[in-house]
Structure formats: C-alpha cells, structure tokens
C-alpha cells in the first residue's frame, strides 16, 4: 500500500493549490477527486461556467444597443448550443491546465470517491472500473467543496426543478424561469435567462437580496435589475412547488403563478459524500466541518479548508486557507482572516464590496466617514456606455479604510484596491498620493476615498 506525506480530497481551488505549493517543498502528495470533471465546483458548475454564460449574455446585449455607439446591427441573435459549446471548452480548457501543473509537479491524481477511514487511511473507488484501491497518509486535508442545497420540501424532478448545476447546462432557453433565491447565484444565472429572452422571477424570503450587501445598496439596485428585465420579490416565501402537465406550479405569497422551470437557489451544503460508510466520525458545527485554529478537525492529522469549514463560500477563500495551511505547516504562527475576503457579483452591473459595511458600522457604533464617485463622472466609464454605478468607501476618522461597496463596470477588478489598501493599512492621504493612470475605472476608486475626506478635486 502507497503512504504519502499528504492526501487531498477534492482537487478545486482549495485542493489543487494546496498539492502544488506542498509538493513543490518536496512532499509526496496525492490528491483524490470523486468528480468525472477534475477541478472542483468553480471551475466546472460555478464561477467558470456561470462568467461564460454572463459573458456571452453581456455580449448579446451590447449588440442589441448597438445603435448607442453609432453602429447598426440588423439583427441580433444568438444559438444557444454554441453559447454552450464555448462555456465547455473554456472549462476544458482550465482543467486540463490544472491537471498538467499537477503533473509537473509531481502530485499522484486519483480519479475516484475517496472515504475517509481510520488511520488516515483513504479507501478510493475508481471511476473508470470501479476497482477500489487503498491508500495511506501522514496527513489528510479535505477540500471537498459544497453542493447546491436543495431542501426536502422542494420536487426533485431536475427536468423542471433545477439546481445550479442544472442550470447551467440547460438544453434550451425557458420561456419563463422561477428562481428560488436571491442570492449570488439566483441573480446571476436569472440575468443570463432573462437577457436570452427568458421571463425571470426572483423570489427572495429575506427583506433584501444579496445577503452580506449593505441595504441601501441591496435597495438601489432592484430598479437597475428591473430594468434588466428582472421580478424580483424580496420579503416574500415560494410557499409551494408542484408540477402539473408539464410546467412547474408556484404559491407565492397566497398567489399560483406557472413556470417553465424553476432554479432553486437557496443556498450550499458542505459535500460530506466522503464520510458514506465510514468507520469514523468527525466532529461538526452547523453543517460545517469542526476545525480548530490550525485547520485541523476532531481527528489527529486530518485538516479541513475551503466550503467545508466556516467562513465565506467561495473559491478565493479556500485557496486562501490553503495558503495559510502551508504556512502554518512551515512552522509560521500565522491564523486565517477572513474580515477583508471581497465578495463579488459578476452581473451587469457588477457588484463588490470588502470590510465593514455601512449597516456593521453603525450596529457597532462606529465612527466613520463616508465617500462616494459616481461612474457618470468618469471619463473611461462614460466611452464605454457604462456610466451607471458608484463606489462607496468607509474611513475611519483617522483615515485608514474600514470597508467599500461598488455596482458598476469591472466593480470586481476595481475592489481590488479596497482590499490592498485594507490589508496593508494603508491611510487615505497616502493613497492619494498614488498615481492612478487617466483615464481609468480606478480613478473613481480614488475620488471616492477623497471625496470621503474633503480632499477631492470633483468634489
């Protein structure tokens, strides 16, 4: 039987970085995958597919207004199955670009479920035969990921109930789509059907969507949204889902409403499939893996990062832990913090934000300052037809950044500078002090910061 220094389950965006890095400092590793489709939810029923679609959606839509920039387009159309052609490709693409950086560097890939047993022993059955095999590890980590979650109380007929997974690898645009869930996922995958042409409901029980968004924000965006073709019910509950002849029948809020389909978008649940049959038990803590400061579970030598454990779920933050996880096993006294992991919105418009919200400051008491720059102030916005949006930044009184929020183009790229300026602890008058080119989108993060302090030339 082969012993490693390190066996990974689950070879995503917390997994793979983890083998590299490790590898790379001499360690022998292997890294186990139960998925067909090596690379993790992000790369294969997440973020990667779901910024395609956005990206040919968003494509479509600049040309149907392509008379806005003095261009005509007789006729604008889009074929479906092409759309999804370039989202596969894209995703093979990155997989097996993750696959040869394991290779090279010298990590063993097992494609197949891998159970955790006693002993930190991992018991592996194949996916192409079917045998099983067995493997033994100094150390375990999993970085098993999540799974959409899909309560009990909804059909799991996945010809009209979908979950994200579905969704995205749907045959043919629906002519009307209930999305149950305004969370990231339901937004984002509701604006790709809706800019294809489906009729979208967003149904959202809690009084505003995107939880973790400031509410004034959450608020300001419903009519940009609306405009984008979106229903969106916020304070509202889906109180029953049938199907009935073919279509999907929805109570919602003592009304029925009929639906081609429906996404359920309620949120995910930690893939516990490694643990089926298992001859142990780990230790856990409102659905998530229990881990102590080091990542390391209620078993001796077994770790856990990523969507397993608490904390954002999302890719960036398990390679984050990842990265703290090496460290920590090269003997740095070094702990995970997740108060300036950015959350992004990959719509149109796009949304981010970092820190301390408006909302946290003032539950908390504390005293801030407010700066704002609107994107129809910006030279560069306003040349690309992207003049709605604004950014907003939080200083403490003495200058230094406790949080920002910004809706509008490449608000994820532009976040960047909140969380570095954050991070580093760097002070309003010293950023100021950096040289943002001209014209740029970053401008407006910088006048935002000024306008904060009384220091801005626009005001």
Known sequence: MQTYDLVILGGGPGGYPLAVRMARKGWQVAIVDAADEFGGTCLNWGCIPTKALLASARNYHQLKNAADFGLSCSEAGFDWQKIQERKRRITV?????IIKLLEKSGVKIFNGRGQLCKNRLIRVTSNEDGSVSEIQAKKICL????VPAAPGVFPTDREIFWT?????NADNVPESLLVVGGGVIGIELGQVFAEFGSKVCIVEMMPQILPGLDNATAKRLLPVFKKAGLEILVGKRVESLVEKNGKAVATIDGGEREFDKVLIAVGRRVNMSFMQDSDLQLET????????ENFMTSEPDVYAIGDAVKGPML?????????ILVEQWQGKKVAADYS?????VYTHPEIAWVGLSEDQLKE???EY?????MFSANGKALTAGEGDGQIKTLLSPDGKLLGAVIWGPEASNIINEATMMSQFGIDSHAFGMMIHPHPTLSEAFMESIENATGEGVHG
């Open 93 to 97: 693409q990155l997989r097996q670009g």
């Open 143 to 146: 970085a098993v990921g999540s």
């Open 164 to 168: 994200s997974n579905e969704a995205l």
């Open 285 to 292: 803590e409102k659905g998530f893996i229990r881990i102590d």
């Open 315 to 323: 890719a960036h933050k398990a390679s984050y832990d990842a990265m």
């Open 340 to 344: 300036l992991v950015p959350s992004c």
């Open 364 to 366: 908390r008491q504390i």
């Open 369 to 373: 300052k407010t700066g704002r720059s």
